[in-house]
């Protein structure tokens, strides 16, 4: 620990932010104003420097000020704010913390609760233990055009240093909210399959984690899965990370079996990465946020469309930390939809087949129906071949019908601060939590 950690300089309160989805609070050392004492990211060091003594210089003027797009607190809202807890420590990232100290710094000898385990795996084998250690290279992208943006640190968790309580605990997981969006996937695929220029499109898979990874499970064989989880568990973290950690293991062999054949890529990201949090102190802060490749990327690699899935009871609007990115998306020309899985309903009319011969039975469709379910791609006015019968326009609207993404000032600046405490006397871990180097860590 540096002399700055040390000196055990008081924090006070920079600026405070309530947005649903990004509560929390932002903690400034009054003494650690040089680049000399200042422990900075390695990526950006000189930056985050200057920003700091430029800050303490403007907020010695006791103003409000607008900075790089991140409100800081004026001197007096800082003293309005006295009631709000003091700490000692040094402001640093959690991810950083838990590299240099252990997986599960701070956790107080807490442990991993396994909800929903289970035993096996989706093709019914048991946990191979082994292969925890080979999960980030063997989920890289098949395809390698998308290997530049897979951020396999989450999977590096398992080979981290003091990671034993995760090791030791360790349990594949698989809940009834999987199974639905593993059917829901099932549908999707079945979509995605009669495309036409499917090499034109890509889709952003935005559900809770463990939902996220049986979502793209399903999706396998017609798209290439693209991970981006960008944070480690923690017994105390606020994203619950070893879960999506287990779901992955339990759809394993399905996204390593995968064929390298060109596919549409789904990036894959766990919602809970802006889970709500206030500081609270036996609670540690690893969130983060999401990182896609650029509308530039994108281009370069012939993507003209992009699908956004989100949960059945999401508002029809991006998380704040993909506000900037869909809105260049957008201005490049490159179309974004939404798909709300609110959409695929349980519907009875399901064909006759080889595996089915007598045409009964339940199964997932766009609209509850079969057919409405073809309909799918004249609603997002994307060309399609033709599916097994006529398609009928649903009786009612879709969801997000009307969305186009809309540049929201509040997001910057709330992702701008997420996530930054303070460690060090009587503090838990904050985060920012990216992979430090950017893609990949």
């Not at 062999?253 to 990465?273: G, I």
């Amino acid at each position: 620990m540096s002399d700055a950690a040390n000196s055990k300089v008081p924090f006070q309160l920079q600026v405070g932010y309530d947005q649903d989805e990004l509560l929390g609070a932002r903690w400034w050392q009054d003494g650690l104003a040089e680049a000399t004492t200042f422990q900075p990211r390695t990526r950006g060091a000189s930056m985050d420097a200057s920003r700091r003594s430029a800050l303490k210089v403007m907020l010695g003027l006791g103003g409000a000020v607008l900075a790089g797009g991140v409100v800081v607190a004026s001197l007096a809202t800082r003293r309005a704010n006295r009631s709000q807890p003091v700490d000692q420590g040094i402001d640093q990232a959690s991810l950083e913390l838990q590299r240099a100290n252990g997986l599960d710094f701070g956790s107080n000898s807490a442990t991993f609760a396994w909800t929903n385990a289970t035993p096996t795996t989706f093709d019914d084998q048991p946990l191979d233990r082994s292969t925890l250690s080979q999960l980030a290279t063997q989920l890289q992208p098949a395809d390698s055009s998308w290997l530049p943006f897979y951020v396999p640190t989450l999977f590096q968790a398992l080979t981290a240093k003091g990671n034993d309580s995760l090791l030791n605990t360790f349990q594949m997981v698989r809940s009834p909210t999987m199974a639905t969006a593993w059917r829901r996937g099932e549908a999707v695929r079945e979509l995605l399959e009669h495309a036409v220029q499917a090499s034109k499109w890509a889709l952003v898979i935005d559900l809770p984690g463990p939902e996220s990874v049986a979502f793209a499970a399903a999706l396998v064989p017609a798209v290439t899965p693209v991970f981006v989880f960008a944070n480690w568990p923690h017994p105390r973290g606020v994203v619950p990370a070893h879960l999506t950690l287990g779901a992955v293991m339990h759809f394993r062999s399905r996204f390593v079996d995968a064929p390298a054949t060109r596919k549409p890529p789904a990036f894959v990201l766990a919602r809970e990465r802006l889970a709500p949090y206030r500081n609270e102190p036996d609670r540690f802060d690893n969130r983060y946020v999401a990182k896609l490749p650029s509308a530039r990327d994108l281009q370069t690699l012939g993507i003209e469309r992009i699908l956004y899935v989100v949960p059945e009871d999401a508002a029809a609007v991006e998380l704040d930390d993909l506000n900037a990115r869909f809105v260049e998306y957008r201005t490049a020309k490159i179309e974004v939809q939404m798909l709300g899985l609110g959409d695929l309903q349980l519907g009875t009319d399901k064909p006759k087949d080889a595996a089915n011969p007598g045409g009964t039975g339940s199964r997932y469709y766009w609209g509850g129906s079969l057919l409405h379910h073809w309909w799918f791609w004249n609603h997002f006015r994307w060309p399609s071949q033709p599916g097994p019968v006529a398609p009928v326009r649903p009786p009612t609207s879709a969801f997000g019908g009307n969305y186009r993404p809309t540049t929201r000032g509040s997001a910057a600046t709330g992702i701008a601060l997420l996530g930054r405490t303070t460690t060090g006397s009587g503090s838990s871990g904050g985060s920012w939590g990216r992979s430090s180097g950017g893609y990949g860590g």
